[in-house]
């Protein structure tokens, strides 16, 4: 599995890799909604931006996580950020996370299409399993991973300590390499639909 860091652009976003020239429009997307903050694993709300930031750099250095920009694909206006994280090449499995959504993204085309278009870039690097991993507290995102058509696998109790020091039970979903073209169909129906 060989997967791209590149920008990839849709008919509603555009997905960019983390630089100087986003850093401000994805800061301004993400500065919002600190109660979901408060049930995230990292926090890049406010002041934390800075180290949130960075965190995801050095990690990309480590060749860990891919961070993306999400960007209006019209406008250029910041609409959020997510990443591949946890690129395991060996066994063909990457992680889809560290998703946030500005307020105005959120409930239209944006997060469908955001990830149509990185499930079509894991699969075709030869990805088997595209993974997601969601707080057991936050059922907006449970419901969103679930509607794209992910699997939902199980909890993982007591997963992870967040930045607040909540003790996270995670609920794990995929979708792999076969279910990937009945996936593809129902989001290009619903992207579709959206337009």
């Known amino acids: 599995m060989d997967l791209p860091y590149t920008a990839v652009e849709g008919r509603h976003v555009r997905l960019e890799p983390f630089s100087a020239d ?35 750099l050095i990690d990309l250095a ?10 209006d694909a019209r406008t250029g206006e910041g609409l959020g950020t997510s990443s591949f994280h946890q690129i395991d090449p060996a066994h063909r499995s990457v992680e889809i996370g560290y998703t946030f959504l500005a307020l105005q993204a959120r409930g239209g085309p944006v997060n469908p299409e955001s990830k149509r278009l990185m499930l079509e870039r894991a699969f075709a690097a030869g990805a088997l399993r595209v993974f997601f991993q969601v707080d057991a ?50 989001l290009n129906a619903r992207l579709a639909a959206l337009s």
Do not use: M
Not at 23 to 51: H, K, L, M
Not at 62 to 68: D, I, L, N, Q
Not at 165 to 172: A, M, Q, S
């Open 22 to 56: 986003n850093r401000e429009a994805v800061r301004q997307a993400i500065n919002c909604d600190p109660e979901t903050w408060n049930i995230y694993g990292t926090n890049g709300y406010g002041e934390a931006f800075s180290a949130w930031w960075d965190a995801a």
């Open 62 to 71: 480590k060749g860990v996580r891919h961070p993306y920009a999400i960007l």
């Open 137 to 186: 507290r936050n059922q907006r995102s449970q419901a969103a991973v679930a509607k794209l058509g992910a699997v939902r696998e199980g909890v993982l109790r007591k997963h992870k300590v967040t930045w607040t020091g909540h003790h996270r039970d995670t609920v794990v979903f995929s979708i792999t390499d076969e279910d990937w073209p009945g996936v593809r169909d129902r």
